[in-house]
């Protein structure tokens, strides 16, 4: 079988990993073999460097830096070889979290992160990259999202960021949206959770993907 590639993005909050597991026993169930991963992160050098991005301060180039340094690993070790294999890869968050919280919450240069997003996942003999087949958006209120968050757990340093960062993040993912409209299915993530999971369902059904 071809290998599918599907990322969730949104803010903290929103409520996407609840549902990046369901999504994996609905494959299972169809006979696939799921990778479940998520970025930063991924392989233990990624995982290394997600520890310093969500608790070191530094300036927004290095995040981003780092940021990226991580994907290129995670594409090499995990995600390229998974697809590869034919597995279905669902990943907790993707190259748009990048333009959304690097690009949208610090302000950092958006051109320079296309040229980042370039450089780290050109497809070798092509003049394309790899981007996730689907990307899920769990669209939420920032305002919405810091309620469910509050006393939850202890906040990462962008979790604690106010809400106006998180406005800005939104934002973000909304550019994105735009600027590829074909890849992303936007959910409406204030919904209850059984509304919410068959959204995605129907998202990931209108693709043919599953029964």
């Given at each position: 079988m071809?290998?599918m590639?599907?990322s ?8 996407k ?7 994996a ?8 073999t799921?990778?479940?991963t ?10 290394r460097l ?7 301060p530094?300036?927004a180039?290095?995040?981003a830096?780092l ?8 594409l090499q070790?995990?995600i390229e070889?998974?697809l590869?294999?034919?597995d279905?890869?669902?990943c907790d968050?993707?190259t ?9 919450g610090r302000g950092?240069?958006l ?9 780290v996942?050109?497809l070798?003999?092509?003049?394309a990259?790899?981007?996730p087949?689907?990307?899920?958006w769990?669209d ?7 309620q ?13 960021q106010?809400?106006?960062?998180f406005?800005?993040?939104a934002d973000?993912y909304?550019?994105?949206?735009a600027?590829?409209?074909a890849?992303?299915?936007?959910i409406?993530?204030?919904q ?10 129907a998202a990931?059904?209108q693709r043919?993907w599953?029964?």
């Amino acid at each position: 079988m071809k290998g599918m590639f599907i990322s969730f993005e949104g803010i903290d909050g929103a409520g996407k990993s609840t549902h990046v597991e369901g999504l994996a026993q609905a494959f299972r169930a169809c006979g696939r073999t799921v990778t479940l991963t998520r970025e930063p992160g991924g392989t233990p050098l990624a995982e290394r460097l997600r520890t310093l991005v969500l608790n070191e301060p530094m300036d927004a180039m290095t995040e981003a830096l780092l940021v990226f340094a991580a994907r290129r690993d995670h594409l090499q070790q995990l995600i390229e070889p998974a697809l590869a294999r034919g597995d279905v890869v669902l990943c907790d968050r993707f190259t748009d979290a990048t333009f959304a919280y690097q690009g949208g919450g610090r302000g950092f240069d958006l051109d320079m992160l296309r040229v980042l997003e370039g450089w780290v996942q050109a497809l070798p003999g092509t003049t394309a990259l790899r981007q996730p087949e689907l990307t899920i958006w769990f669209d939420l209120d920032p305002a919405i999202a810091a309620q469910r968050l509050a006393g939850a757990r202890v906040p990462d340093k962008f979790e604690a960021q106010p809400v106006e960062f998180f406005r800005r993040v939104a934002d973000g993912y909304g550019q994105r949206l735009a600027g590829n409209p074909a890849r992303f299915a936007r959910i409406d993530a204030a919904q209850s959770r059984e509304a919410v999971w068959q959204d995605v369902l129907a998202a990931v059904r209108q693709r043919g993907w599953l029964a």
